[in-house]
């Protein structure tokens, strides 16, 4: 896809390139100005996307730093890796370097943005007593999150804020989780696009696209 450099956070010379959509889907998740949830097939783009966007709106001055929840089934399971607490949380952090190092074509860009308090990164384990202000939030793996866990996230935004849930409902890690009722809830609400990703729309490589289709063909 075509990218232009604009620069970002000028003390590193930090530039985020120039994203531009690739399906339809992808490109009525950039046209919305409201809350989201991204939700459907794994390889479409959904947190990237999301950090994408973030980062976009921080720059046009929209809000000062981009919060990432990540899903707690994994914290429920850190006691079984060895190290701190910090290094087993460090672990689930890996796919948004990863996607920050695309983002800024340099391997550094995560903890640059860590560093400098524009990113942080949570389990829903410690979200309990906060209050986001001018914050971009990006609830990742949403799919592996009770009811309480997504009651608990969303009422901590405050004001001037942005929330984006991505998630393969498809691909939950819990016998059962929240996302049923909770998109009840946010679909009734007029400050919410509610958004299916397709098989159609993986852009990770053809290989998950052909992989995903047969599955989806025999009803796997």
């Known amino acids: 896809m075509a990218r232009q450099k604009k620069r970002f956070f000028g003390d590193n010379n930090l530039q985020l390139n120039e ?4 399906t339809h889907n992808q490109y009525l998740a950039f046209e919305s ?8 097939s794994a390889g479409t783009g959904k947190s990237f996307i999301s950090l994408y966007l973030a980062f976009d709106d921080i ?16 914290t429920r399971d850190l006691g079984f890796l060895p190290g701190t607490e910090k290094d087993k949380i460090k672990v689930y952090e890996l796919p948004y370097h990863d996607i920050c190092n695309e983002l800024f074509s340099r391997g550094d860009a ?5 560093s400098k308090m524009i990113v942080d990164f949570m389990t829903t384990s ?3 007593g906060l209050t986001f202000n001018d914050t971009f939030v990006v609830v990742d793996e949403c ?6 866990e997504l009651d608990s996230i969303i009422t901590r935004i405050g004001e001037n804020c ?3 849930f991505c998630g393969d409902f498809k691909q939950s890690d819990l016998k059962t989780n929240g996302m049923k009722d909770f998109t009840e809830i946010l679909s009734s ?5 509610l958004i299916e990703f397709e098989v159609k729309d993986i852009v990770r490589s053809d290989f998950v696209k052909e992989y995903l289709t047969k599955k989806e063909a025999l009803g796997k």
């Open 143 to 148: 799919q592996n999150l009770s009811f309480h």
């Open 189 to 193: 609400m007029n400050c919410f696009d």
């Open 19 to 22: 994203i531009e959509p690739l």
């Open 33 to 40: 100005d409201r809350h989201l949830v991204l939700y459907g």
């Open 126 to 128: 410690f979200i309990r």
């Open 59 to 74: 720059l046009k001055g929209h809000f000062n730093k981009l919060v990432i929840v990540r899903s707690a089934v994994p």
């Open 110 to 114: 995560y903890e640059i943005l860590k």
């Open 162 to 164: 942005r929330i984006v």
